[in-house]
């Protein structure tokens, strides 16, 4: 059974820092892509960052760009997201997701069909 499970969350202050997991279960995670979306309250779920299994490629949203790294480690099958330099604006609940059937970033993929969530970690901005 393909679980995900994410830590690290908290409350941090403005231009603090803070490293996100997402161990995996179920699947090898290196095998596929693998996702970090946010939603803040009152607004839709936006994607913050994307990891190929093919290459290794990474992508990020813009507003996130410079301040995010996503990593992954394949011997723990697990998925980070190092956050720095936050704001409050960064404040939001945060998934990790996993593409299964794709293994770039760039390739179209239907999510009902092959997305799988975890149940999310809170991370508040705050001074």
């Known amino acids: 059974q393909v679980q995900l499970v994410e830590s690290g969350g908290g409350l941090v202050q403005p231009g603090g820092s803070l490293r996100l997991s997402c161990a995996a279960s179920?699947?090898?995670?290196?095998?596929?892509?693998m996702r970090w979306f946010r939603q803040a309250p009152g607004k839709e779920r936006e994607g913050v960052s994307c990891?190929?299994?093919?290459?290794?490629?990474?992508y990020y949203a813009t507003s996130v760009k410079g301040r995010f790294t996503i990593s992954r480690d394949n011997a723990k099958n697990t998925v980070y997201l190092q956050m720095n330099s936050l704001k409050p604006e960064d404040t939001a609940v945060y998934y990790c997701?996993?593409?299964?059937?794709?293994?770039?970033?760039?390739?179209?993929?239907?999510?009902?069909?092959?997305?799988?969530w975890g149940q999310g970690t809170q991370v508040t901005v705050s001074s």
């Open positions: 997701a996993a593409d299964l059937f794709i293994q770039h970033c760039t390739q179209p993929v239907d999510p009902r069909r092959a997305r799988r």
């Open positions: 990891i190929s299994s093919s290459d290794g490629s990474t």
């Open positions: 179920g699947f090898t995670s290196a095998s596929y892509v």
